[in-house]
């Protein structure tokens, strides 16, 4: 298993040479979203469609 550091590093290291700050912490962050996302559907910590599209309803009034 990486570690942290280990895991950023090849993030960083997979990015362009001229990729920009906000570039490069763009992908850490969505690295570390779906990490999460993956996380959470291994606990079982998920949600519907249905229930998903009401919570989106209830966000746009």
């Known amino acids: ?3 942290v550091k280990e895991r950023v590093s090849e993030i960083i290291q997979a990015q362009p040479d001229d990729s ?3 570039e490069i912490l763009r992908e850490l962050a969505f690295s570390r979203m779906v990490d999460r996302g ?3 559907s ?3 910590r998920l949600i519907s469609s249905e229930e998903m599209e009401h919570r989106i309803r209830t ?3």
């Open 42 to 44: 291994r606990q079982s």
């Open 38 to 40: 993956l996380e959470d």
């Open 1 to 3: 298993m990486q570690t």
């Open 20 to 22: 920009s700050f906000d």
């Open 59 to 61: 966000w746009q009034k």
